[in-house]
């Protein structure tokens, strides 16, 4: 962690409209709103994919999401994609889908399930006219089961889930994460799961298939092995904080000058690098601390040692006393440190790409890296129906795109 006088300068990056990536020529159809879908696509786009995003005539609710009257979760999670902006209530509108769905690979989309059958697009209809086109459909609960009809934003997948149970501490209420933890877990088994069945499409199935991602189901196997712990046990994971059930000693412990570092010892022997470091060698001998069973049952005064240790130091010397040591801590970093680190930065982890409003705005790099076709950066997130001549003028035609203009159909 570097301080505010050595902030390194972040990498300032270009667009580049020419950029390819390993999926040029990879059409994508986004109908989805909100986290899961986007960020889905976004990990499709920024590795060449062209993502079409099919929005309302008010936008994507994300646009709406705004800080000091800027919308950053829209710029970020939307960049390298492009816009479309149509009028799904009408006949017309649901038929342009029909004619974008004909050259595309993909079609995502999270309507509540029924929606898109309602609208005449369910995945039959859909696949007649595309055989090889791979539906992705996000929704809180999934296409099947008790639920199906049910809303379900993720915050209700965090709690089903079994996650708020076990975070937090224990005299204290179940703690929902203070992020889109739901929505990205299902981003992420979302994009990997579209190009499984991408790649089947083009090999030997030769066809195209429905993937039914449901919010729960991945933050849900997030949590194995839950329920097996459980059925052999008896007992229920309690919340332990920052603690761990698995191993100890593994903790956040505050620095002298107020602070927070993380370590974790998930090894014997990392734990007794741990005891040598701090000049207690002897505690391995100690049957309270002798084994990693013996350490969770006897962690409380565990924990006031290493605590006692690190709080008599200050951040930067705890970091450097144990790191000497090559003992795993590391600091809990919060937003304004991370804007000022030099491992952010110059692994490019973090970037600045130019914007009309910020002038220059961060955002995250190239997740995953990949060294023979790594992502890209095309394009700035798209206006509302920014690319409406460009995507539907090939398809229909300029005429009928300034006809369904005219009509209410294509805005923006």
């Known amino acids: 962690m570097t301080s505010t006088a050595e902030k390194p300068r972040l990498r300032r990056r270009a667009f580049d409209p020419a950029a390819k990536g390993a999926l040029d020529g990879v059409r994508v159809v986004d109908l989805s709103r909100l986290v899961a879908g986007n960020l889905l696509t976004k990990v499709l786009a920024d590795h060449g994919a062209e993502v079409v995003k099919v929005e309302p005539p008010e936008g994507d609710t994300l646009r709406a999401w705004k800080v000091e009257g800027v919308s950053t979760s829209w710029k970020t999670w939307c960049r390298n994609k492009k816009s479309v902006c149509l009028n799904l209530k009408a006949p017309e509108g649901q038929e342009v889908v029909r004619r974008l769905a004909e050259g595309a690979a993909m079609l995502v989309e999270s309507f509540r399930p029924g929606v898109l059958e309602a609208m005449g697009l369910s995945p039959e209809a859909l696949l007649a006219i595309n055989p090889r086109l791979v539906i992705v459909r996000v929704s809180g609960w999934g296409q099947t089961g008790p639920y199906r009809h049910k809303p379900g934003f993720g915050t209700l997948v965090e709690g089903y889930s079994g996650f708020a149970a076990v975070n937090g501490f224990a005299d204290r209420e179940p703690v929902l994460p203070p992020m889109f933890l ?231």
């Open 182 to 412: 739901g929505d990205a877990f299902a981003g992420l088994y979302g994009a990997s799961a579209a190009m499984i069945a991408l790649r089947a499409a083009e090999g030997a199935y030769g066809k195209g298939q429905v993937v039914d991602l449901s919010l729960f189901d991945p933050i849900f196997a997030m949590m194995e092995p839950q329920i097996a712990n459980r059925r052999l046990s008896g007992r229920r994971k309690p919340r332990t904080g920052s603690r761990s059930t698995n191993t100890a000693p593994r903790n956040a412990y505050r620095t002298r000058d107020d602070g927070w570092v993380c370590l974790s010892s998930s090894t014997q022997g990392m734990t007794a690098k741990l005891l040598a470091s701090i000049g207690r060698p002897e505690l391995l001998q100690d049957e309270r601390y002798a084994t990693n069973a013996a350490r969770l049952k006897n962690w409380e005064s565990l924990d006031a040692i290493i605590g006692g240790f690190v709080a008599e130091r200050s951040m930067a010397e705890n970091l450097a006393h144990f790191d000497a040591a090559g003992v795993t801590i590391g600091p809990i970093m919060d937003a304004p440190a991370l804007d000022e680190d030099a491992f952010v930065a110059e692994r490019e982890s973090l970037i600045e790409v130019p914007d009309a409003e910020m002038g220059w705005l961060p955002m995250h790099g190239d997740v995953p890296r990949l060294s023979g076709t790594p992502g890209i950066l095309a394009r700035p997130a798209p206006g509302l129906g920014e690319h409406n001549d460009e995507i539907l003028g090939a398809v229909l035609g300029d005429g009928e795109v300034s006809r369904l203009r005219e009509a209410g159909i294509v805005h923006g």
